[in-house]
């Protein structure tokens, strides 16, 4: 089975500052890891995905994540943060194989002020 | 042109009503899922099809039925509805049942009174 813990509900940054979302996973077999985000009253998109090929992953607008398996952990980190980046993120994990499905964690609110 | 679209955008209905969101994709996709997410917006797999064939059930009430008239859609139908089904329901799509690249539609707002 697997599961992610994104540390932090809410998340407030300047505009300009660097921007770090936790997220932590627990996973019996090699994971997938996922960050995708959901701007107010919209589907959730994919900003970048894991899959082993490389630990530090580069995604859309300027974030990008890093695999750490020591401290089972896949961060989401951008240098500077835009006024345009306030949404909320979803870290999530599957299992390899068929039929996987994505477990989410329970989501961070970036706020972005200026 | 809309790569996963669902209808309706928002639905208010009674309890005990019964009804139906749709999900159409234009993708070309495989495989075809439903999302519930809470008010706390906690997301949760419902239900999969992957080529029309349900692969993914996850503990739902059987009020709950998905239909899946080909791969390009996959429709949730509710029965007697209920004050806790109230919720965002999100359809989405992938290209094959391993690829969890998801892309979502826009989500249908379910308030049940």
């Known amino acids: 089975a697997q599961s992610v813990t994104q540390l932090g509900s809410h998340v407030s940054v300047s505009e300009g500052a660097l921007v770090l979302l936790r997220c932590n996973y627990s996973?019996?077999?090699?994971?997938?890891l996922f960050w995708y985000v959901q701007y107010p009253n919209q589907g959730l998109q994919l900003l970048l995905k894991y899959t082993s090929a490389a630990t530090l992953v580069k995604g859309i607008n300027g974030f990008e994540a890093e695999f750490k398996k020591s401290e089972t952990s896949f961060h989401l980190t951008k240098p500077s943060a835009h006024m345009s980046d306030a949404a909320e993120y979803f870290c999530a994990v599957s299992g390899t194989g068929t039929a996987s499905k994505l477990t989410f964690g329970t989501g961070t609110r970036l706020q972005v002020t200026l | 042109d809309t790569a996963v679209s669902q209808t309706p955008k928002y639905l208010v209905t009674q309890m005990g009503n019964d009804k139906s969101i749709k999900c159409e994709q234009n993708l070309g996709h495989d495989t075809m899922y439903w999302y519930k997410q809470d008010s706390k917006k906690f997301l949760k797999i419902m239900f999969s099809?992957?080529?029309?064939?349900?692969?993914i059930n996850e503990t739902v009430p059987n009020r709950f039925s998905p239909k899946s008239p080909d791969k390009a859609h996959l429709n949730l139908h509710i029965n007697s509805l209920e004050l806790g089904d109230s919720a965002v329901y999100f359809c989405a799509s992938s290209l094959g049942a391993g690829n969890e690249k998801l892309f979502f539609g826009s989500g249908t707002q379910l308030s049940v009174l």
């Open positions: 996973s019996s077999v090699p994971p997938y």
């Open positions: 099809y992957n080529n029309k064939e349900l692969i």
